[in-house]
C-alpha cells in the first residue's frame, strides 16, 4: 500500500510546476555561468593591463641603454675624427714648431679626456 499511496501522491504534482522549476534552475544556472564568464574576463583584463605595463617599462628601459651606448659611441667617433685631424695637421705643421707644440699639447689633452 504504501507504494500506491506514493505514486499516487507524485501525480497530484502538476506538470506545469514542474515545467516551471526546470525552467527556473536552467536561467540560474544560465545566469550564473554568464556571470561567472563575465568575472573571468574581467580578471583577464585587470591581468593584461598589468603585463602591458610591464612591457611598456621594460621598453622604456631599453630604449634608454640603447640611447646611451648609441650617444658614448658618438662621442668616441667624434673623439677618433678630431684626433685623426689633428694627426694630420701635425704631420703637415713640418716647418712651424710652435704649431707642432699646440697639435701635440691638444693631442695629450684628447688623450687624457678619453682616460
Same mark, same amino acid.
Given at each position: 500500500? !504504501?507504494?500506491?499511496?506514493?505514486?499516487?501522491?507524485? &501525480?497530484?504534482?502538476?506538470?506545469? /510546476?514542474?515545467?516551471? $522549476?526546470?525552467?527556473?534552475?536552467?536561467?540560474?544556472? +544560465?545566469? #550564473?555561468? #554568464?556571470?561567472?564568464?563575465?568575472?573571468?574576463?574581467?580578471?583577464?583584463?585587470?591581468?593584461?593591463?598589468?603585463? +602591458? !605595463? &610591464?612591457? &611598456?617599462?621594460?621598453?622604456?628601459?631599453?630604449? !634608454?641603454?640603447? +640611447?646611451? /651606448?648609441? $650617444?658614448?659611441? !658618438?662621442?668616441?667617433?667624434?673623439?677618433?675624427?678630431?684626433?685623426?685631424?689633428?694627426?694630420?695637421?701635425?704631420?703637415?705643421?713640418?716647418?712651424?714648431?710652435?704649431? $707642432? &707644440?699646440?697639435?701635440?699639447?691638444? +693631442?695629450?689633452?684628447? $688623450?687624457?679626456?678619453?682616460?
Amino acid at each position: 500500500m !504504501h507504494l500506491a499511496e506514493s505514486t499516487s501522491s507524485i &501525480e497530484l504534482i502538476p506538470r506545469s /510546476c514542474t515545467s516551471r $522549476r526546470k525552467r527556473i534552475v536552467s536561467r540560474a544556472v +544560465l545566469i #550564473f555561468g #554568464f556571470s561567472s564568464l563575465l568575472v573571468l574576463m574581467a580578471i583577464l583584463a585587470v591581468d593584461s593591463i598589468r603585463a +602591458l !605595463h &610591464e612591457l &611598456e617599462a621594460s621598453t622604456s628601459r631599453v630604449r !634608454h641603454d640603447y +640611447l646611451t /651606448c648609441e $650617444r658614448t659611441l !658618438h662621442k668616441i667617433r667624434v673623439g677618433i675624427y678630431e684626433s685623426g685631424s689633428l694627426l694630420r695637421e701635425y704631420a703637415v705643421a713640418n716647418s712651424d714648431p710652435g704649431a $707642432r &707644440e699646440s697639435y701635440a699639447a691638444q +693631442l695629450n689633452d684628447m $688623450r687624457d679626456q678619453a682616460n
